[in-house]
């Protein structure tokens, strides 16, 4: 594989990672942060692995079946958390995007 051939992949990841700085942004404005501490750890890790996923996919790297696997499990885990806030609309779109990204992730990984 080349990174064109990374293109929906990139694209996603790229959407993932600005959606889940977002949220992290949006829940540290909540007046209630201590109930939404599971979801700015998972949204900030779900940032760095979707960018980490993006630069792998770009380099065409050895090593883009291994972080797209982890990618899509975080993808999905951050998901699973924002899911349990879907009345903050950062955290539905959050949910949405990471739903997303993790699929592509997931076939990226099979690939």
């Not at 979801?39 to 380099?59: F, N, P």
């Not at 998901?79 to 903050?88: I, N």
């Not at 950062?90 to 076939?107: F, G, N, P, Q, Y």
């Amino acid at each position: 594989m080349n990174n064109i051939q990374y293109k929906a992949g990139i694209a996603d990841c790229n959407a993932c990672t600005n959606v889940c700085r977002q949220c992290t942004y949006a829940c540290l404005q909540e007046p209630d942060i201590k109930k939404l501490l599971a979801c700015i750890k998972l949204t900030t890790d779900c940032a760095r692995i979707t960018e980490l996923a993006v630069k792998c996919m770009i380099a065409d790297s050895a090593y883009i079946k291994q972080t797209c696997k982890l990618c899509a499990e975080i993808c999905n885990a951050c998901a699973e958390e924002c899911e349990k806030h879907a009345h903050m609309e950062h955290c539905k779109l959050c949910a949405t995007d990471c739903r997303t990204c993790a699929i592509i992730c997931l076939e990226i990984s099979k690939n």
